[in-house]
């Protein structure tokens, strides 16, 4: 079939990207461009991770240390209602989201030494730098009567 030259190859596929980029579907996505991206630094004996959580609230983020892991976990819930003049619902969006990462902080770390705060969208945990120390051997003598 001829089909003009002002369409793409796929003409049905370059119709709906179209279709799904108008402003209408920009507005109820969820945008994650950004989200969890971590800056780890080095402070002070001490390794500093700064995680953005745009659109998330402190009650939606929590983080858990086992086995040496931190794993640093977010879930949001969104609900859009659109409603005309008289109040009839012309749009209703739901959305669930979960993400998650995880680190390596040792196994020498425990809860009390991690500090976190969440400001505007940026996680900060303070991990201090701990290695496991390496148990002394003792001899254990068996007493020998006689």
Request: aromatic letters at 10%; proline letters at 3%.
């Amino acid at each position: 079939m001829l089909r003009p030259s002002i369409f793409g190859s796929n003409f049905m596929d370059d119709m709906f990207d179209d279709f799904f980029r108008t402003p209408m579907f920009h507005g109820s996505r969820l945008n994650t461009t950004g989200l969890m991206s971590t800056d780890i630094t080095e402070k002070d004996g001490s390794y500093q991770i700064e995680m953005d959580l745009p659109g998330f609230d402190k009650s939606d983020v929590s983080a858990e240390l086992k086995d040496g892991y931190l794993t640093i976990s977010a879930k949001n819930n969104r609900e859009n209602e659109d409603h005309d003049k008289s109040g009839k619902v012309i749009r209703r969006e739901r959305y669930q989201g979960v993400c998650q990462r995880s680190f390596y902080v040792g196994e020498a770390v425990t809860e009390e030494d991690i500090q976190a705060k969440f400001k505007d969208g940026v996680l900060t945990l303070t991990v201090p730098k701990k290695e496991k120390q390496p148990e002394i051997e003792q001899k254990k003598y068996i007493s020998i009567e006689g």
